[in-house]
C-alpha cells in the first residue's frame, strides 16, 4: 500500500494513497522506505483507457435494489468521493481502488451503440435502465465524450424508459432532451446530495458540484417538467448525518418530489481509503465515526449482509432512519415521482443513429 509522504496531501483528491490489489501477483510495497530516492505515490494526473466492451446493459439482482438494469459509460470517477461502493470495481481492470480509481478513467465511446442494440432484441421487455448505477454518467470527461448525451438520444429515438443519478449540473446540458422524455413520464432523475457544508465536500467529494449547485440543478429540472428527487446518501455518523433535515427541506423548496437515503458501508479497499482519509482530515473525531460506522454492521465497517449492508442496524441507525423518515413526511408529504411509462417504447423498425 502506497500512500502520500509524511504531512502531503493531494489536494482535489479523495483518496490518499493507492491500495494493493488482490488479483495482482506483484504489488509495489514500501517495506524498506529509507532507500527510496523518490516516494512511489506521486499526485496523480488524470489518464483516459479506451474500451470497446461487447455489452453495456447489465442485470441487477440485487435484494437491496430488486431487479432492475443499469449501465455504465464510466469506469473509475474523477469526481472522487472517498466512500464511492465503486473503487472496489476498478480492481478488476488491473488498477487500485484509491487514487487509481479517480485518475485512470475507462471510457466505453461505443456505449450508445451497444444500448441500441440491447433494447431491439425481439426479445426484449421495456423496463427502465438505470445510468448510471456504479459510476457517475456526469463525471467532468463527460463535457469532452459526449457519451451521455448519445445514450439519451438512443432512449428519446425508441421511446424507452430511464432512470439517471448524478452528482453534476452537468445534466442541465441535456435539459432538451430530458425535457423530450418527461412528456410521455419516461424518465426519473435523483440528484445525490450528501452534505451543504462545503468544508466536508471539499475533502470528502473533490470534484464534485457544490452542494447549492446541486440543489439548483434540482429546481432547473423540476421548472423544467423533468421528475426528480434526491439522494441523501451516503449517511455517515458524525459527519453529516445531522444534516438530513436541512437536505431535505432545502431539496423540498427547489422542487423535489422524492428522497432516498442509504448509509455508509466501507467493503474491501473502501475500509483502508476510507480510514486513512478520516484520520487525515478528522483525527478529533475518528473514533467516534469509525465506531458509529461499525456499529451499523454488526461491528464492522464492510458489510455484504442484504437488508442491513444499505440500511444499518442498531439504535443509531434507527434513529437516522426516523429523523430521515420525519422529515420527508414534513416536506415531501404527499409528492411523489409520476408512474413510468412503458407503452411508448417504439419496437424496432427504426433507422440507426449511427
Known sequence: MDEAKEGEYFKGRGAQLRTSNKFLKEQYVTDHIEGLDEPLLAAPQTQVFHEQPKTIV????????????????YQGCEHGCIYCYARNTHEYWGFSAGTDFESKIIVKEN???LLEK???????????????????????LERKFEITRNILKVFARYRHPLGMITKNGLILRD?????DLAQDNLVHVYISITTLNEDLRRVMEPRTASGIKRLKTVEA??????PVGIMNAPIIPG????????IIKEAADH???????????????????????????????FEKVWNQICSFHGGNVNDSQFGRRMSGEGNFADAIHQLFNVAKKKHMGGRKMPAIDLTKFRKGGNLSLF
Open 58 to 73: 447489465n442485470k441487477v439482482t440485487s435484494p437491496d435494489l430488486g431487479m432492475m438494469y443499469s449501465m455504465n459509460p
Open 111 to 113: 456505449a450508445p451503440q
Open 118 to 140: 440491447f433494447i431491439l432484441n425481439p426479445n426484449w421487455q421495456p423496463v427502465p435502465i438505470s445510468v448510471s448505477g456504479n459510476t457517475d454518467c456526469y463525471q467532468p
Open 175 to 179: 435539459l432538451d432532451l430530458l425535457k
Open 221 to 226: 429540472l423540476a421548472k423544467a417538467g423533468v
Open 239 to 246: 459527519l453529516n448525518h445531522h444534516e438530513i433535515p436541512t
Open 255 to 285: 422542487g423535489a418530489l422524492n428522497a432516498g437515503m442509504t448509509v455508509v458501508r466501507l467493503n474491501g479497499s473502501i475500509g483502508k481509503i476510507f480510514e486513512d482519509w478520516l484520520r487525515k482530515n478528522f483525527p478529533d473525531r
